[in-house]
Protein backbone atom coordinates (compact mmCIF):
# COMPACT_ATOMS: atom_id res chain seq x y z
CA UNK A 1 0.00 0.00 0.00
CA UNK A 2 1.09 3.22 -0.87
CA UNK A 3 1.83 6.09 1.88
CA UNK A 4 -1.13 8.13 0.62
CA UNK A 5 -3.19 4.92 0.69
CA UNK A 6 -2.23 4.48 4.19
CA UNK A 7 -3.24 7.82 5.24
CA UNK A 8 -6.64 7.34 3.65
CA UNK A 9 -6.95 3.71 5.19
CA UNK A 10 -5.69 5.38 8.65
CA UNK A 11 -8.14 8.20 8.04
CA UNK A 12 -11.40 5.69 7.69
CA UNK A 13 -10.58 3.34 9.43
CA UNK A 14 -10.74 5.51 12.69
CA UNK A 15 -13.68 7.70 12.00
CA UNK A 16 -15.61 4.50 11.42
CA UNK A 17 -14.50 2.78 13.98
CA UNK A 18 -14.68 6.01 17.05
CA UNK A 19 -16.81 8.31 14.88
CA UNK A 20 -14.28 11.44 15.24
CA UNK A 21 -10.70 11.77 13.90
CA UNK A 22 -7.49 12.59 15.87
CA UNK A 23 -5.62 15.39 14.68
CA UNK A 24 -2.42 13.51 13.63
CA UNK A 25 -4.21 11.22 11.81
CA UNK A 26 -6.34 14.36 9.95
CA UNK A 27 -2.89 16.17 9.62
CA UNK A 28 -0.92 13.14 8.21
CA UNK A 29 -3.96 12.99 5.18
CA UNK A 30 -4.56 16.37 4.66
CA UNK A 31 -0.93 17.49 4.33
CA UNK A 32 -0.82 14.05 1.78
CA UNK A 33 -4.31 15.49 -0.47
CA UNK A 34 -5.14 18.56 0.95
CA UNK A 35 -7.88 19.62 2.72
CA UNK A 36 -10.46 19.81 -0.20
CA UNK A 37 -9.75 16.04 -1.10
CA UNK A 38 -10.39 15.30 2.80
CA UNK A 39 -13.98 16.65 2.27
CA UNK A 40 -14.14 14.99 -0.96
CA UNK A 41 -13.49 11.65 0.65
CA UNK A 42 -15.51 11.53 3.08
CA UNK A 43 -18.55 12.97 1.28
CA UNK A 44 -17.76 9.83 -0.85
CA UNK A 45 -17.52 7.61 1.50
CA UNK A 46 -21.00 8.47 2.90
CA UNK A 47 -22.32 8.01 -0.59
CA UNK A 48 -21.07 4.30 -0.43
CA UNK A 49 -22.80 4.31 3.00
CA UNK A 50 -26.25 5.46 1.77
CA UNK A 51 -26.22 3.06 -1.18
CA UNK A 52 -24.65 0.12 1.11
CA UNK A 53 -27.93 0.64 4.08
CA UNK A 54 -30.40 1.32 1.00
CA UNK A 55 -29.52 -2.19 -0.59
CA UNK A 56 -29.64 -3.77 2.61
CA UNK A 57 -32.92 -2.22 3.44
CA UNK A 58 -34.41 -3.40 0.17
CA UNK A 59 -32.76 -6.69 0.00
CA UNK A 60 -31.43 -5.31 -3.16
CA UNK A 61 -31.11 -9.76 -4.94
CA UNK A 62 -27.50 -10.47 -5.50
CA UNK A 63 -26.41 -12.71 -9.08
CA UNK A 64 -26.85 -16.54 -7.93
CA UNK A 65 -24.05 -17.33 -6.36
CA UNK A 66 -22.74 -14.16 -5.07
CA UNK A 67 -21.85 -14.37 -1.64
CA UNK A 68 -23.43 -11.46 0.63
CA UNK A 69 -20.61 -8.98 2.05
CA UNK A 70 -23.06 -7.23 4.32
CA UNK A 71 -25.01 -9.70 6.60
CA UNK A 72 -22.43 -9.35 9.38
CA UNK A 73 -21.37 -5.95 10.72
CA UNK A 74 -17.48 -4.79 10.93
Not at 11 to 16: D, Q, V
Not at 31 to 46: C, I, Q
Amino acid sequence: MSADEAAVYDFFTELLATRQVSDAVFKTLADRLGERAVVELVGLMGQYHGTTALFAVDRYPLPNGAKSEIEKPM
